[in-house]
């Protein structure tokens, strides 16, 4: 089955730019939609197909998709950004949805 | 205003059945597909299955398959997920999730319930 990897954890502080990854193979391939989730909440949609944004989502959230590898950037980090990231594919060739393991954002 | 409201967790022993619903409400229901999504405690996301617009195609995840069917009711809309042969590594948050898109047009879940917590335990 398709494995999306992604680093545990990124720490950044107020005003700069939080990248996180998401690895897979030929992930270039695939559309990565990426998921923001807080504390106690349902995860939100805040990055489609590879790049872009639902209505609502800051234009500080942003995404690329290359090679084996997704990224997720998020410009002039708030302490309002804190949450754990989640990418997503649907994988064609077994035709399952698969997520990352996640990657905790912390605002220092 | 867009919704998805699930309902029917509950605790269960192992073995036994439950069934979940999520009634959606303000947009058009059979414009989108809709899957179920679990997360247990302390862990991230887990997808557990698909189904689209009219029904006819359906996936599920490996973990659930031969257990669980989805099924939706467009007249209703609503959409169901029976749960059988319930094991303890099935306790979770449940949730319910739109999305516009099937397969290679699948362009993420852009709304969510609030989850109905499932908790199998003798």
């Known amino acids: 089955s398709y494995v999306l990897t992604q680093t545990p954890s990124v720490s950044v502080a107020p005003g700069q730019t939080a990248t996180m990854t998401c690895g897979g193979d030929k992930i270039r391939g695939k559309s990565v939609h990426w998921y923001q989730q807080k504390p106690g909440q349902a995860p939100v949609l805040v990055v489609y197909?590879?790049?872009d944004r639902p209505s609502g989502i800051p234009e500080r959230f942003s995404g690329s998709n290359s090679g084996n590898t997704a990224t997720l950037t998020i410009s002039r980090v708030e302490a309002g950004d804190e949450a754990d990231y989640y990418c997503?594919?649907?994988?064609?060739?077994?035709?399952?949805?698969?997520f990352g393991g996640g990657t905790k954002l912390t605002v220092l | 205003q867009v919704h998805l409201v699930e309902s029917g967790g509950g605790v269960v022993q192992p073995g036994r059945s439950l069934r979940l619903s999520c009634a959606a409400s303000g947009f058009t229901f059979d414009n989108y597909v809709f899957h179920w999504v679990r997360q247990a405690p302390h862990r991230g996301p887990e997808w557990v299955a698909v189904?689209?617009?009219?029904?006819?195609?359906?996936y599920y995840a490996a973990a659930v398959t031969g257990r669980f069917t989805i099924s939706r009711d467009n007249s209703n809309n609503t959409v169901y997920l029976q749960m059988n042969s319930l094991r303890a590594d099935d306790t979770a948050l449940y949730y319910c999730a739109r999305a516009l898109g099937f397969g290679d047009t699948f362009y993420g879940m852009d709304v969510w319930g609030q989850g109905t917590t499932v908790t199998v335990s003798s």
């Open positions: 189904i689209s617009y009219d029904g006819s195609n359906i």
């Open positions: 197909n590879d790049n």
């Open positions: 997503q594919v649907w994988d064609t060739y077994s035709d399952h949805v698969v």
